[in-house]
């Protein structure tokens, strides 16, 4: 099997963990105890094995992708020249390291 | 003369006016250290078997005729060193296209593909010869330098999944060479060619696999050239929502 | 079919290039806590409890990124199984596979809409 296939397949993967994130917010704006409910759901052993697969995947996907997005950008964009490739390569990575962090720090009462 | 060490090649044969299917053919010969794999395939026709049937010409890389399947992988047979491979090889004529005979391969669809881009500098006007030539600055020719070096031996169009499945899809040389012409600073044709770039072959099919760009002997990264098109076809496509072009 | 597919090729193609960019820098972190630290008792349930759950999700910005996690990687999967599809001999049947596909994240996100709306 060639790499791009897995890449594809992450696409099953994605479609999935956005509808689970979507049935957590459904539950938080249905109340204190749907809240509770799914929250206890996601304890599930098979709910963790999936959030761990998504782990796997969007790391797989945010480096091949990272990788391979700087040389799909045109010497121009109008008006704007984008930086040069290994830079722009670096701030992805950084964009999405700051965010992840940033993001867990909020979840995991760290911070606000 | 050094010593020479025996391979065998295990060919695929086709003759439509007598197979109904390709078969394989395997050839034991001996092969010298320096040999690159279109010098064993060569040597089979010149001296073992004349009935083999085989594109090739310039032995360095430029004419982009020798392009064939080497153990399943797209190669130019010229490039590749015989050494790089164990005792036995397997040789497939280009995947993705129809085969003509043995390794000869149909080329008719991929160059209609490669006209249907308007691969010329477009400009609304003529210019007169007395107004003199049409300046580029080495930055302007950087631009899309890499895309022109192309040397149309299909190699990319048989790495290409979406090709293999798609075969409307214009696919990574035509869609690189198109681009091509659309990052020429004297070129006016981007309109013509980003509505071509969404219509039937469209830029869009393309999966962003990168096997094109894997396998491509000239550093083109067709890859690169397709998705950059995508952008510039969306930036078009969105441009034309708000501006509505004149004429048909 | 395939022509309406074909005019709303790009659209689908800045959907997906979003939901791969934005959607794997959002739903990282994420995944970390809400799917794996707090179930796995590694974060206190305490940082998900109702009350600052609620606080966070329904502020402005708490807001767009939840339907940013949402709605994008959705797109991103479905283009991504679209291809996988065709990578697969699937040519023939794209014409009902692409719009199923793009239809289930058409609801996801109107779906994830109405539930950040509702907060």
């Known amino acids: 099997m060639r790499l791009y296939t897995l890449f594809g397949a992450t696409g099953i993967v994605y479609l999935l963990v956005g509808f689970v994130a979507l049935r957590v917010v459904w539950n938080l704006g249905e109340g204190p105890e749907a809240w509770a409910a799914v929250l206890e759901q996601l304890e599930n052993p098979i709910y963790i094995a999936f959030h761990a697969l998504a782990l796997v995947s969007v790391v797989f996907v945010a480096v091949r992708f990272f990788r391979l997005f700087p040389k799909a950008q045109p010497a121009f964009i109008g008006p704007v020249v984008p930086p040069p490739r290994p830079i722009l390569h670096a701030m992805l990575y950084a964009a999405w390291i700051g965010i992840t962090v940033v993001l867990s720090a909020i979840l995991a009462g760290v911070i606000f | 003369m050094s010593d020479a060490k025996t391979m065998k090649l295990v060919i695929t044969r086709f003759d439509p006016d007598v197979d109904a299917v390709p078969r394989t053919q395997e050839y034991e010969i001996p092969v010298q250290p320096d040999w690159k794999v279109l010098d064993a395939v060569n040597f089979i026709k010149d001296e073992v078997d004349g009935t083999l049937s085989h594109r090739w010409s310039c032995r360095m890389a430029v004419c982009g005729s020798c392009g064939m399947m080497v153990n399943g992988e797209p190669k130019l047979t010229c490039k590749v060193a015989l050494s790089d491979y164990g005792d036995e090889l397997l040789i497939e004529p280009l995947a993705n296209f129809p085969v003509v005979r043995d390794l000869v391969v149909e080329m008719e669809g991929f160059m209609d593909k490669f006209k249907s881009v308007k691969p010329w500098i477009i400009t609304a006007k003529e210019m007169a010869a007395e107004e003199g030539t049409n300046r580029q600055s080495p930055a302007e020719l950087e631009v899309f330098k890499q895309f022109s070096m192309c040397i149309n031996c299909m190699l990319c169009y048989s790495a290409c999944p979406v090709v293999a499945n798609e075969p409307e899809f214009l696919g990574p040389a035509a869609i690189a060479l198109g681009h091509r012409y659309n990052m020429d600073s004297r070129d006016e044709g981007q309109a013509e060619r980003n509505e071509i770039f969404r219509g039937e072959g469209t830029v869009f099919s393309c999966s962003y696999a990168n096997e094109c760009s894997e396998v491509c002997p000239k550093n083109v990264d067709p890859a690169a050239a397709v998705n950059q098109a995508k952008l510039n076809a969306v930036i078009d496509w969105a441009t034309g929502l708000v501006i509505p072009r004149k004429g048909p | ?119």
């Open chain 3, 1 to 119: 079919m395939k022509d309406l597919l074909l005019r709303l090729e790009p659209v689908i193609w800045v959907l997906f290039g979003a939901g791969i960019l934005v959607g794997t820098m959002l739903i990282t972190g994420w995944i970390l806590i809400v799917g794996l630290a707090v179930p796995t008792g590694l974060v206190s349930a305490d940082a998900l409890a109702f009350g600052r759950a609620y606080g966070l999700a329904s502020h402005f910005v708490g807001r767009l990124v939840l339907l940013g996690l949402i709605a994008l990687p959705m797109w991103k999967g479905a283009h991504h199984m679209r291809h996988l599809s065709i990578d697969h001999g699937g040519a023939e049947r794209d014409a009902v596979v692409a719009p199923i596909l793009y239809g289930i994240a058409t609801i996801g996100s109107i779906a994830a809409i109405v539930a950040v709306a509702r907060l």
